[in-house]
T-cell receptor, first 115, second 109 residues
Framework: ETGVTQTPRHLVMGMTNKKSLKCEQH?????MYWYKQSAKKPLELMFV???????ENNSVPSRFSPECPNSSHLFLHLHTLQPEDSALYLC??????????????FGPGTRLTVT | GQNIDQPTEMTATEGAIVQINCTYQ??????LFWYQQHAGEAPTFLSY??LDGLEEKGRFSSFLSRSKGYSYLLLKELQMKDSASYLC??????????WGAGTKLIIKP
């Protein structure tokens, strides 16, 4: 248990569906991250929130829409996804964004399959 | 540009020692991390190096040479539970984490 939870753990959705991924951290951290992990590829940073403000959007398609209502919760809203979006989506948190030995704590991920 | 290279897969024997290398090119450097990720699970933090040299933590040690753009993770007295992927990541000049693709380590009895 890392103190970061994600739901659902597995999700299968069609290309016309709308779904949301949820992340919650119980560590009192101020920064939260969404990553995409595809097989044999480096982790791809998608979005960063620091103190509830989005500080990074790594050229992510608009079919992915993040929401951070407070420092403990992070959502990723999905709509009209493509099969190539199938991947493991990881949420992480850290005390603050960047600086020093700011290790990130990861959730278990949501395995997303787009059919 | 920025680039991190690590071997895709390595195999080692239970009880032995294995060294996983990571080389990088980056315009700025603010520290290097190693994470462990078991299949189907979250990556978990192993080590952080910001200065040159060896950091030891039990059976795991991590080494950094900034001048050579090189790090390694050394695992001693290998156990079956060490079978996992090992991810190298570095903080660039903007404190953005840049990740390697990971090294899958297979431990055989």
């Amino acid at each position: 248990e890392t103190g970061v939870t994600q739901t659902p753990r597995h999700l299968v959705m069609g290309m016309t569906n709308k779904k949301s991924l949820k992340c919650e951290q119980h560590l009192g951290h101020n920064a939260m991250y969404w990553y995409k992990q595809s097989a044999k590829k480096p982790l791809e940073l998608m979005f960063v929130y620091n103190f509830k403000e989005q500080t990074e959007n790594n050229s992510v398609p608009s079919r992915f829409s993040p929401e951070c209502p407070n420092s403990s919760h992070l959502f990723l809203h999905l709509h009209t996804l493509q099969p190539e979006d199938s991947a493991l989506y990881l949420c992480a948190s850290s005390p603050d964004e960047g600086t020093g030995s700011n290790e990130q704590y990861f959730g278990p991920g949501t395995r997303l399959t787009v059919t | 540009g920025q680039n991190i290279d690590q071997p895709t897969e390595m195999t080692a024997t239970e009880g032995a020692i294995v060294q996983i290398n990571c080389t990088y090119q980056t315009s700025g450097f603010n520290g290097l991390f190693w994470y462990q990720q078991h299949a189907g699970e979250a990556p978990t933090f192993l080590s952080y190096n910001v200065l040159d040299g060896l950091e030891e933590k039990g059976r795991f040690s991590s080494f950094l040479s900034r001048s050579k753009g090189y790090s390694y993770l050394l695992l001693k007295e290998l156990q079956m539970k060490d079978s996992a992927s090992y991810l190298c990541a570095l903080f660039d000049s903007n404190y953005q984490l840049i990740w390697g693709a990971g090294t899958k380590l297979i431990i055989k009895p």
